[in-house]
């Protein structure tokens, strides 16, 4: 199913053609710089599984986006529902994970904002938020585009202690 488009990106269900590019997605070094380790295939394919769970649950989730013209898969942009113990949580996140040869070329920032508008007219969302390890400067620069506002930073529970990615800056948005 798709679900909406922009000018240049399709956002679409999930098929098992795409298993292979994400396991290599989520193996590469750069695409998971900011992350505690690239997966390992066991790893993808779990994470596969509960991106297809969430769907079933929630009616949203980490949305597959393929280029229009081409039609080649190049990572995800999407909602999740974010559980780990923190003072804004449980709530709704937008995330995002391309491929590397897609960097710089302003998808997350299209396909984000096109989320966005899609989670709060159609989805009916209120609020949403997005966090990163504070030295993902890539990703904040994304969050402030789509226009959020940063509301704070925090030390992500789930990051391990003495990490550079533990410290974490939070953006926050309403519809």
Partial sequence: ?????????????????????????????????????????????????????????????????????????????????????????????IGWRLKASDFGKGYATEGARACLDYGFKVLKFTEVYSFTAKINLPSERVMQKIGMTKAGEFEHPNVQEGSILKAHVLYHTKA
């Fill in 1 to 93: 199913m798709v679900y909406f488009e922009t000018e240049r990106l399709r956002f679409r269900d999930w098929n098992r053609e795409d298993l292979p590019q994400f396991r290599k997605m989520n193996k590469d070094p750069q695409v998971m710089q900011y992350f505690p380790a690239p997966l390992e295939d066991a790893e993808t394919d779990a994470f596969f599984d509960r991106i297809q769970n969430e769907f079933k649950d929630s009616g949203y989730g980490l949305y597959a986006v393929e280029l229009i013209e081409s039609g080649e898969f190049i990572g995800f942009i999407g909602f999740h529902e974010a559980s780990f113990k923190a003072s804004f949580t449980p709530c709704i996140e």
